[in-house]
């Protein structure tokens, strides 16, 4: 029973923004009569699945865990979700996540913070912490989640599931509020590799209400499983396996890579020189657009308005100081001054060179190599509360994820092993647009 399940660990996992069990029994029912009728089911028809809270759903609070969107009601269903309701799958609720996506641990969230359930006093991982707990917790068989600079590979690593951040524009960010633009993209949540390509076939695609999704065919992702790897070529880049990388991190890649050996695969070392740079090119760009896109939030059109200003600027300024948390105000700050004049040549376009050169670095390895491979994140889920009061910290979680994101290529997540019984995850990144080629090699890795 799916909801009783759901119920039975929601209290201690605290996966969920929203709840729509009376619509998704409803749902269940029609499916039961199609069913009896013989009428043509979906390839996803009666699957339950969680939705990221940052992804709008018609008349289901979408609220990106802000205070500022705690009462905005979308009167529509983003593009992936009108896609997973076509397939026939059933929405169980709207999933917690950092404030507006910003954050590696879901503490950032206006609703208490998600925990991770292999240990409840570890974190899930963040942003898309929700989406990655209630798979793990097994209260939906899949989700979505948004990753902009590691926030679904990152907590499917920490929840010890599998995630896909697929490349820029293979699915569309219709619907999505959006973080930061050229970085956003939303991707599946998966126990296997198997329902990730289910998924990805229901979602990946071309969609005119988004200028940025690619005019191309996808593939049937499925069609890419029980394929072998052998004779492949893995680059292994050593700038992900030097310091800041825990020892049992590093074990367990070690035994990935005899594992792929053992399947046919050759690994050899290499290097992306630019690495190093893309933290603070990322802590750039990705506060530079999250300041503009955030500009909205002003409290004349929708979500959260405060009470008692005097005239027009101070219901602007009030509205945003009372309805943004610390670290978004933090990032449109940051944002703000990296894009004001003066600044802007020195700060916000040089990282835009610099992220250039990382996707330079991604081209000619490609150029050797069939798929690169690193650990997802540079530890296991650490505790809730550790790294809250220190925001330099909380965004090294991210060091392995965010040169994906700035290069917009494609890379997943998958488990490779456990330490203390807590989950680590080993990342597969992939040319633009070969996703399937990274189902390939985790379903032979898994
Ligand atoms: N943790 C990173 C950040 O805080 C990435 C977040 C994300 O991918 N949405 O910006």
């Known amino acids: 029973d799916v909801a009783a399940r759901l119920e039975d660990v929601e209290p201690k996992v605290l996966a969920f923004v929203t709840k729509t069990i009376d619509e998704a029994k409803a749902a269940a029912a029609r499916v ?38 705690h009462n905005f009601v979308p009167p529509y269903d983003a593009t992936v979700v009108r896609k997973l309701k076509e397939a026939g799958s059933i929405m169980l609720g709207k999933v917690n996540m950092d404030e507006f996506a910003m954050g590696s641990s879901c503490e950032n969230s206006w609703q208490e913070g998600t925990r991770n359930p292999w240990r409840l006093e570890r ?15 097994g209260q939906a068989v899949f989700s979505l989640g948004s990753d902009t600079g590691g926030s679904i590979r990152q907590p499917a690593a920490f929840c010890g599931v ?15 509020i959006a973080f930061a633009s050229s970085l956003d993209q939303i991707g599946p949540f998966s126990r296997d590799v198997r329902d990730c390509a289910l998924v990805m076939n229901a979602i990946a695609g071309h969609d005119p209400f988004d200028s940025t999704s690619a005019p191309i065919e996808h593939p049937d992702y499925t069609t890419f499983l029980d394929q072998s790897i052998k004779g492949w070529r893995i680059g292994v880049p050593k700038e992900y396996f030097g310091e800041g990388i825990d020892a049992d991190v590093s074990e367990t890649m070690q035994k990935a890579m005899k594992t792929l050996e053992s399947l046919g ?19 750039i760009i990705a506060p530079a657009e999250a300041s503009s896109n955030l500009a909205r939030y002003d409290g004349v059109r929708y979500g959260f308005r405060a009470e008692e200003a005097e005239d027009l600027i101070s219901m602007f300024s009030k509205t945003r100081s009372e309805g943004f948390g ?25 990282a835009l060179k610099v992220r250039t050169l990382i996707k330079q670095d991604f081209d000619r390895a490609f150029e050797k190599f069939d798929v690169l491979l690193s650990p997802t994140t540079p530890s296991v889920a650490f505790s809730c509360g550790d790294r809250l009061n220190n925001p330099l910290q909380m965004y090294q979680s991210d060091i392995c994820t965010l040169s994906v994101n700035l290069a917009g290529i494609p890379a997943i997540s998958i488990n490779a092993g456990f330490a203390d019984g807590l989950p680590i995850g080993v990342q597969f990144m992939g040319k633009p647009f070969e996703e399937g080629r990274l189902l390939q090699i985790s379903h032979a890795f898994e």
């Open 162 to 176: 599998v995630g896909l951040k697929p490349t820029y524009g293979s699915v569309s960010r219709y619907g999505l």
């Open 326 to 350: 610390e670290e978004v105000k933090r990032r449109i700050m940051l944002g703000t001054y990296a894009l004001s004049s003066g600044y802007y040549d020195a700060y916000y376009l040089k």
């Open 32 to 69: 039961d009569d199609k069913i009896a009728s013989g009428e043509k089911i979906g390839p996803l028809e009666g699957i339950p699945m969680a939705i990221k809270d940052n992804m709008c759903t018609e008349g289901v609070p979408t609220t990106c865990s802000s205070k500022m969107l």
């Open 265 to 283: 695969a050759e690994l050899i070392e290499c290097s992306l020189p630019h690495t190093e740079y893309a933290l603070p090119c990322y802590y």
């Open 123 to 137: 974190v899930p991982g963040g942003s898309s912490g929700g989406s990655a707990a209630s798979v793990s917790a």
